[in-house]
């Protein structure tokens, strides 16, 4: 197992390194001035813009750059952003508990929801419970997250006025923080959760009809011991690497529904890096779930060996 895990960590190097000179290579050779707040300030006199450039490193070659970039993030320096000459690591670290709070509380919601729901349609097929709950997963999953998110917000913010649309990060009322936070974790718990649903009653499928499911059968044990003792731990395998691939969104945020009510989470941070320009938070959000999707990707194929005591790591 150390064996397997190191042999993986040592492929993960060159994969992060390649992720990063991609993404910082069209950083650079995007259009526009990751500056050009100074620029179009006459106030600015144009040494001190330069020198501002050249404090940044902006007038060196772009492969000094990423290999000054590449070096500092191994010594632990993310660096400092071009619009608010704020650390990365602090803006980052600004924004984390925000979308831990709302992502991550839609996805452990959504988990919740799915196992049992996709379970007990796997177990029920094509009873009328389970032609229920298919079609609104359906539902579930082919609405756009901004669709559902734009719905909610007409009905219950607007129409009804019950819940606020615009989140607000300073507020410390504990009901205001629970109100503010029902409809984008409802929005993303009701398509991860259709998403996984789907998936747990595939593989709970595959997996009654077995040999192993057959021979527990035979030999007396009840059906809730068949499913939850035996089927369902072998029907986990696709869902755990499923789990495991979506939750580094927990810590790097939902774009499209932390714009659509205004969360000042990772995403957020994201989206307005891109739009200015700046490269160093751009990149540590990046770097950082990149890492999260090799960490999570290790962890999913380390508890294969759990789940299943044939799979040997050698």
Do not use: C
């Not at 197992?1 to 650079?28: D, E, G, K, Q, W």
């Not at 979308?99 to 009328?128: C, D, E, F, H, W």
């Amino acid at each position: 197992m150390a064996t397997y895990i190191t042999r993986r960590l040592l492929i993960a190097i060159p994969t992060l390194l390649l992720i990063s000179l991609v993404v910082f290579s069209i950083l650079a050779l995007a259009p526009g001035d990751p500056l050009a707040q100074f620029a179009a300030n006459p106030d600015v006199p144009a040494e001190v813009r330069e020198n501002v450039r050249r404090q940044f490193g902006l007038d060196q070659p772009m492969h000094i750059r990423y290999v000054k970039w590449a070096v500092a993030m191994t010594q632990g320096d993310w660096g400092y952003s071009f619009a608010s000459r704020i650390s990365v690591l602090t803006l980052i670290l600004q924004r984390f508990p925000t979308t831990l709070l709302v992502i991550g509380t839609s996805y452990v919601l959504a988990v919740i929801i799915a196992i049992p729901l996709g379970v007990a349609t796997a177990t029920r097929q094509y009873s009328l419970f389970d032609q229920i709950v298919t079609t609104l997963s359906f539902i579930g999953f082919s609405l756009p997250t901004f669709f559902t998110g734009l719905i909610l917000i007409l009905v219950f913010s607007v129409r009804l006025g019950w819940l606020p649309f615009v989140y607000d990060g300073n507020t410390t009322d504990p009901i205001i923080q629970i109100k503010q936070m029902i409809m984008p974790v409802l929005v993303l718990a009701t398509f991860q959760a259709a998403t996984l649903s789907r998936f747990v009653r595939a593989s709970m499928l595959d997996n009654l009809g077995q040999d192993y499911a057959r021979t527990a059968r035979a030999k007396g044990l009840a059906e809730r011991i068949v499913v939850t003792r035996h089927v369902l731990r072998n029907a986990l395998f696709p869902v755990v690497t499923l789990i495991a691939l979506q939750l580094p969104n927990v810590f790097t945020g939902a774009v499209v529904t932390e714009q659509i009510f205004r969360v000042p989470g990772m995403g957020a941070l994201l989206i307005k890096s891109i739009q200015d320009g700046d490269t160093p938070v751009v990149m540590g959000i990046v770097i950082l779930f990149s890492v999260l999707v090799v960490a999570m990707t290790l962890v999913a194929d380390v508890l294969y060996g759990w789940l299943d005591p044939r799979v040997k790591y050698s």
